[in-house]
């Protein structure tokens, strides 16, 4: 399988580049109301309109993922319908996708909160139609089908988070992450960002502002909350569910595209009446154990609370080899690895500016570099936590066969607003399928076929028909 998480957001640069020209042009080339529209920088905006040749992409598509992601999901039903582009006449709606959307999804939130890893789903798709070679007349035609433990069916997941939202976070890790294409989850505290410090006991923090928390934002990071004050909320029986609640208010006040985000305990304390707060407001929350032994052992359970779900703090003092045997342990057991980071220290940043217990920024970035050269799917906190929750209640059906063309349709109970991520799909096809046409949405799907001569590509899970032919 080649078709990592990051190609597949590539796939629509030109795409998302196209995008940003067609709202610069309904907004009569206004720059800063396009950056808005889009919940982008300005920079990328001007850089789309020049085609710069300066970006990241040789061939000028200087778009970021995040931009990708937009175009992405303009073509999901649910946002084109709610979405802001929509509203302002901008996105021409396929027809079918309104009709999709009458279809409707039952559950916002799913009920419970433990799910199993890695876990998939397979199954078998059936219809009566047409079926290759057959004599004429209609016979019962089966695709049989798996849906990817992980994106891409990547061996394990990993995700990268950082607490508290120190200005060390923002001056040195997000450019580490970002010459790496990295996207990662930044859990903000949200009451002090105007002010510029937090009190964390006697240590005085300097935070980023609200303008950078836009700019990760906008260039595809997850921006998730940390409560308002960082209370330890099993001690605090009577303001937690506004600590819990008033946050994320905050976080969607200051970044009007963001609607759903996740959620950190602080000081990675939390108890179930706190996670059952948590659970009406947010996607998935994070909390965190002491040491490599500690998370090792955790990471040995299949069954996780994603209301609780364990993180191996890296810390400066705490930077010894063992981490190393941490990963191996979640990658032997095709697990998700979350990595808790707090403050990042060149030896050169202001002292005001660190996180909590600060690695340097070499064994920051000897952190990512192991990552990246091992196999893992590396994506936000709420990014992994989405695909599992879609993954375990998505089912494929056929819809229609034919000789030489299927339509499929892969649909979970979510609630799309939430739940719009593509999963990867493996489907068992006649042999002399080699060259296909994929679509879903109207919008071509890149895909491979293994040597074994399954057929893998990502598709939405919200119901809309994908039609693969034969050419
Ligand atoms: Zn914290």
């Not at 580049?17 to 889009?38: F, Y």
């Not at 095709?334 to 690695?359: E, Q, S």
């Amino acid at each position: 399988m080649t078709i990592t998480y990051h190609e597949l957001r590539q796939i629509s640069k030109e795409k998302a580049r196209e995008l940003v020209r067609k709202v610069l042009d309904n907004t009569k080339g206004n720059v800063s109301k396009t950056a808005r529209i889009l919940t982008i920088s300005r920079k990328t905006v001007r850089r789309a309109r020049d085609g710069s040749q300066s970006g990241r992409g040789k061939d000028g598509t200087i778009v970021t993922a995040k931009e990708a992601e937009v175009w992405y999901c303009m073509h999901d039903a649910s946002r084109v319908q709610e979405g802001v582009l929509n509203k302002k006449k901008i996105i021409l709606v396929p027809l079918f996708a309104a009709v999709i959307l009458c279809c409707g999804c039952a559950t916002r939130r799913p009920a419970g909160r433990e799910v199993q890893l890695p876990a998939c789903s397979e199954g078998t798709a059936r219809t009566v139609g047409k079926r290759e070679g057959a004599a004429g007349g209609s016979e019962a035609v089966e695709i049989q089908y798996t849906v990817a433990p992980w994106h891409g069916f990547s061996r394990a997941a990993c995700s990268l988070t950082f607490d508290d939202g120190t200005k060390d976070q923002f001056a040195l890790a997000y450019p580490e992450l970002e010459k790496r294409g990295l996207t990662a989850t930044f859990f903000l505290i949200t009451r002090f960002r105007k002010r510029g410090y937090w009190k964390d006991g006697d240590t005085r923090r300097s935070l980023f502002g609200w303008d950078e928390a836009r700019e990760l934002y906008g260039a595809g990071h997850e921006i998730g909350s940390h409560t308002i004050s960082h209370p330890d909320l099993t001690k605090e029986k009577t303001r937690a569910r506004w600590e819990i609640a008033g946050a994320l208010s905050k976080l969607k006040k200051e970044i009007p595209s963001l609607e759903e985000t996740t959620f950190a305990w602080p000081y990675w304390r939390s108890d179930e009446k706190c996670r059952e707060s948590a659970a009406d407001y947010y996607v998935a929350a994070r909390a965190g154990s002491g040491t490599v032994e500690n998370y090792k052992k955790e990471a040995a359970h299949r069954r996780i609370d994603l209301f609780r779900v364990d993180s191996l703090p890296m810390r400066g003092g705490q930077f010894h080899e063992p981490w190393k045997s941490g990963f191996e342990t979640v990658l032997d057991n095709t697990g998700w690895l979350v990595l808790c980071f707090h403050g990042i220290d060149d030896g050169r940043i202001d002292t005001a500016w660190l996180g909590w217990d600060p690695m340097t920024l070499k064994q920051f970035q000897e952190t990512l570099d192991w990552i990246q050269g091992r196999s893992f799917w590396v994506a936000p906190f709420g990014t992994v936590a989405r695909y599992i929750r879609e993954r375990d209640r998505a089912a494929l059906t056929l819809l229609y066969a034919e000789d030489g063309r299927y339509v499929l349709s892969l649909e979970d109970d979510l609630d799309d607003r939430i739940f719009c991520l593509p999963l990867t799909l493996k489907l068992a096809l006649p042999v002399s399928w080699r060259t296909l046409r994929i679509s879903q949405h109207r919008r071509e799907l890149l895909y491979e076929v293994s040597p074994d001569g399954a057929l893998l590509f990502d598709a939405l899970p919200d119901g809309t028909p994908v039609y693969i032919e034969r050419l």
